[in-house]
């Protein structure tokens, strides 16, 4: 399915059996999410409590994890939901090709405040009380803050959860950028001229610009081939004298990138000089420092704007890590690779394969190859964990997946084992609403499940783990 928003689907799915429920007569339970479980009998499916109490009766025919406390049933064909309190928030009777969740991350916060169904290639949806909008979409985004994007016949608008359209006209782009959809949207006129709309639809920059971005509480915005700086409220903070100003991987605080005269440097939101005009090319500040490049040599410099590592040539990724070290290349040997730190200090120079352009390094660990195995490096070449794997992952959170060339299996960051090699593809371990989970797949018999598990390697929703 086309879609142009991220989102989180758990299809439909059965689990084959794993347990046999001893309080109801021939029946079968499994799928047990906090203190209810579905349970089948004579080939269909009810809803009870872990301690044996039938809060359904079997009556459907597939049905889906629950998740936030909503689980999508099947019944003949027909689709429908359910509670986990045993109610039905949306009885079965309705002709969708499919009816799911659709949400997005803000923050590290799980965002879901409606089902979507999609009828015919349209897409509609319901509240999460069960009210059904009849209203038909091209496409549809996740609401957030009671807010959506909707397309129809290649023209965007908002809408809210009572479905009423927002913004008095329709318009050719919305940004869609979550992280912004309750404070701004930036967005594009039939006429071609960029502004930024408000959640409730309002125009809060006016729509005569040739470019827009935003940048912390402003927006960088060009018109005639330059570009300043606008505040909240759509005022010129920085004059439009720039041949280009960038944002691009600037943190909140951090002065921006600007080029002037053919050469870059950095200025403030109020456009004055912070660093010199001086070079061919730069990039943010990361860990307080920037990569900068002229000539064809490069260096990096503080946010005063004095050389930590002096232009030189040298061949090195264009940010520094969390750990404070940047990855480098020999340029008189391309295979001999490594890190250096913020004084230019070589602490590690080696000739272990990896993977893609550069390094997969996170936590302090690269993934290293040598021969046909995979393992860990710290940052000053010693490895940590043996070349031992047939593929591995970078850590998050102290966690990585691994491959044995079939499935994959967690490990922690000492090397032992969560899991058992069962997923199908790796996953990656990150901060929602106060647990640590990460997505995950694995074949079945009919397909792939879906779901999600936390840092022991349990499942939260869409799936089982064999015993093992």
């Excluded at 957030?144 to 009572?162: M, W």
Aim: net charge negative; glycine share 10%; proline share 3%.
């Amino acid at each position: 399915m086309r879609r142009f928003i991220i989102f989180f689907l758990i299809g439909i799915c059965l689990w084959s059996p794993v347990c046999r429920c001893e309080t109801v007569e021939n029946t079968y339970i499994w799928a047990p999410q906090g203190e209810v479980c579905y349970f089948e009998k004579d080939g269909l499916i009810g809803l009870m409590k872990t301690n044996g109490e039938v809060l359904i009766e079997p009556r459907f025919t597939n049905a889906k994890p629950f998740y936030f406390n909503i689980a999508v049933v099947e019944e003949n064909g027909l689709l429908g939901a359910i509670t986990d309190k045993g109610e039905v928030l949306i009885e079965p009777v309705h002709q969708w090709d499919a009816l799911y969740f659709m949400g997005t991350a803000i923050n590290k916060t799980m965002h879901h405040e409606t089902l979507i169904y999609e009828k015919e290639r349209k897409f509609g949806f319901v509240t999460l009380d069960g009210v059904i909008n009849e209203e038909l979409w091209d496409d549809i985004s996740p609401f957030v803050g009671g807010t959506a994007i909707v397309k129809r016949n290649n023209q965007y608008n908002l809408i809210d959860t009572q479905g009423r359209i927002l913004c008095q006209e329709w318009y050719s782009k919305i940004n869609f950028d979550y992280d912004q959809l309750s404070s701004s949207l930036l967005a594009q006129d039939a006429q071609g001229k960029y502004g930024a709309l408000g959640p409730a639809g309002e125009v809060l920059i006016s729509f005569e610009w040739d470019y827009i971005r935003k940048a912390d509480d402003c927006y960088i915005v060009g018109k005639d081939e330059k570009k300043g700086i606008l505040n909240s409220k759509g005022e010129l903070r920085a004059a439009l004298e720039w041949d280009d100003i960038s944002s691009f991987y600037v943190k909140s605080g951090d002065p921006l990138m600007a080029r002037k005269d053919g050469k870059w440097g950095f200025i403030d939101l109020d456009g004055n000089q912070v660093i010199p005009f001086l070079w061919d090319n730069v990039y943010a500040f990361s860990q307080g420092v920037a990569k900068v490049e002229t000539d064809n040599l490069s260096g990096f410099i503080n946010k005063e704007g004095e050389y930590v590592i002096p232009l030189q040539k040298m061949v090195t990724d264009d940010y520094f890590d969390s750990d404070e070290t940047v990855c480098f290349t020999d340029i008189n040997d391309i295979n001999q690779w490594g890190y250096m730190d913020r004084n230019g200090n070589i602490l590690c120079k080696v000739n272990y394969q990896h993977y893609m352009g550069e390094p997969i390094k996170q936590e302090g660990l690269s993934v290293v190859i040598k021969g046909k195995k995979d393992g860990y490096m710290d940052i000053y070449g010693n490895m940590v964990f043996p070349f031992q794997w047939e593929l591995a992952d970078g850590f998050s959170n102290g966690l990585a997946f691994v491959g044995d060339g079939e499935a994959w299996a967690v490990i922690n960051n000492k090397g032992e084992y969560v899991t058992d090699y069962i997923w199908a593809m790796p996953g990656c371990f990150e901060q929602y609403d106060e647990m640590l989970l990460s997505k995950v797949c694995m074949r079945t018999d009919t397909g792939f499940v879906e779901g999600y598990i936390d840092q022991n390697g349990q499942p939260i929703c869409g799936v089982k783990l064999p015993v093992w």
